[in-house]
Each structure stands twice: as C-alpha cells, then as structure tokens.
C-alpha cells in the first residue's frame, strides 16, 4: 500500500499533484482550507495550516487509523504555500509577513515533525518533498519574505537530512524541489503585482511557456518514482527531462 499526505489540494499544483498520486495507486489525503467536494477522490479535510496547530493533528490522526504494516511507501508533499505578500522590503507588513512565513515555514516542519513520530515505527519508505522554489535560490527584488521563507525551507530539509543520516531503521529522506513555473492562480496574482522583474512572468504566460499544473505534477510523479529519492536534497524538476 502507498500513502501519501498532500498540502493545498483545492487548487494548482497540489491539485494535480493529488490526482496523479491517486493514478498511480497511492490512498491520499489532501489538506486545504476550502471545502472538499463530496466526489473528490482522494480524502480532503478542511484545515487552516496558519492556525495553532498548523494541522498537525488532521495528518496524525490519518495516518493513526492507516493499516501500518502493509504501508510500504509513506510520502508527505509539502505543498500549500503563498508568494504574497509581494513589495518592498520597507513595505511588507507584519502581519503579513508573519501568515506569510506560517504558511511556507513553520506549518511544513511542524508537520513534517508530526509525519515522522505517527510514521516512527513503520516499515515504510518514508519520504518528504517539499515543494520549493527557483526563488530560494535566486534573490528577487520585492520578493524578500518568499526568498527567506522558501531558503529556509530548504534549509529546513538539509537539517532533516543531516539528523536522519546514516539510519538503519526507522530512516526517512527529504527533498526540497523547485517544480518549475506553472499556470496557476498563484502566477495570476504574481502577474498582477508591480514589481521590477514582472515582464518575465507575464512574457511566461504570453508566449505559453507556463507549464500546466498537470505537466508540472506528472514530472514531480516521474521524479518520484527515480531511484535514489535524497540524494540532491536541493533539486529542481527542470534538471530532468
Ligand atoms: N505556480 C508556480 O509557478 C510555482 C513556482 C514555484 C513554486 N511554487 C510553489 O508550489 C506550491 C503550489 O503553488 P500553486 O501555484 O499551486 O498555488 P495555488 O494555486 O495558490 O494553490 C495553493 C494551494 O494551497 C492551499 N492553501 C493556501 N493557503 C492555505 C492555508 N492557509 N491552509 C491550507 N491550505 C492553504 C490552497 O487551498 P485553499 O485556498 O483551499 O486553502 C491551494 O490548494 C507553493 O508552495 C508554491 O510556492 C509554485
């Protein structure tokens, strides 16, 4: 049996990225603010992850009812993440800024925390991709907080890596991937923002070079599916063909 927990499944990448995994044979549970539609199919629960408790308790109690023994690949996609707010630095507000890093940072490793304990004992393959950005790795002008919030992601993976290295049971490894630049509403609100290097994204969307939230999935699934999952910790799908 193959699980997998998935953040921001309502819309864009985590959408797609849900209904790939359920193709491909994994039981998925989806984790998003908006209502789950009663046809979805995989399992939705509406969760704020800004919220005290940044939906830790939603994943644990999933993944406690789980047959875990015949779970033989256990994946946690951290997905659900914000570019806003967009400005200058002296611009940004900070409350802002603070729902800002929630989101992208501190939700992802409190549930990453909570996905290893409830998973310690298990015989599965235990995995973590977060879903990160080219903006980690390239510092963009009125783009501090995603900047800081999808490094320290990053980050965040290397030191998970570091501490489960070199395991002989109860192993896990993480990947912080950027997954390209995909025609979603995300892109819709960074195209309608003033900000110094916007041309490039809105020539992205007028010459139809976005790839669809589809095709950015199926390479994440193909990704995946590579052997040697971990061993470039920082990567980014575009490395593939
Ligand atoms: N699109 C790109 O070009 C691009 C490029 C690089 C990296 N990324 C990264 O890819 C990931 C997905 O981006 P996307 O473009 O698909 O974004 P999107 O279209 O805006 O979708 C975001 C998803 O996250 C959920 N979400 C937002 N706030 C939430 C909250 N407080 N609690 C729970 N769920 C929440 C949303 O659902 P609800 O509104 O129902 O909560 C939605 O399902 C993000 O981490 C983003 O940084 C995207």
């Not at 864009?12 to 984790?31: D, S, T």
């Not at 996609?77 to 002296?90: K, M, Q, R, S």
């Not at 907080?145 to 290295?165: I, M, P, Q, W």
């Not at 900000?195 to 070079?209: C, H, I, N, S």
Request: glycine share 10%; aromatic share 8%; net charge negative.
């Amino acid at each position: 049996m193959k699980i997998a927990v998935v953040t921001g499944t309502t819309a864009g990448l985590g959408m797609a990225l849900a209904r790939g995994l359920i193709a491909a044979g994994y039981r998925v549970l989806g984790v998003s603010r908006s209502a789950v539609p009663a046809d979805c199919p995989w399992e939705g629960v509406s969760c704020d992850l800004t919220e005290p408790g940044f939906g830790t308790a939603v994943i644990v109690d999933w993944l406690a009812a789980l047959p875990s023994d015949s779970v033989e690949d256990a994946l946690l996609i951290l997905n659900a993440g914000t570019a806003d707010p967009i400005g200058a630095v002296e611009a940004l507000l900070p409350e802002e800024l603070q729902r800002h890093v929630t989101l992208n940072l501190t939700a992802p490793m409190a549930l990453t925390g909570a996905f290893l304990k409830a998973t310690a004992d298990w015989p599965a393959e235990r995995r973590i991709l977060a879903i990160s950005s080219g903006a980690s790795r390239r510092a963009t002008p009125y783009w501090s907080a995603y900047t800081a919030s999808k490094s320290g992601l990053d980050g965040f993976v290397r030191a998970v890596n570091a501490e489960y290295a070199g395991r002989t049971s109860g192993r896990a490894s993480a990947v912080a991937l950027a997954p390209g630049v995909i025609d979603t509403a995300m892109q819709a609100g960074i195209r309608a923002k003033d900000f110094p290097t916007v041309d490039r994204y809105r020539g992205l969307k007028e010459r139809g070079e976005l790839w669809t939230p589809d095709e950015a999935a199926g390479r994440i699934l193909a990704y995946l599916s590579k052997p040697g999952f971990g061993s470039v910790e920082l990567d980014d799908v575009r490395n593939y063909a």
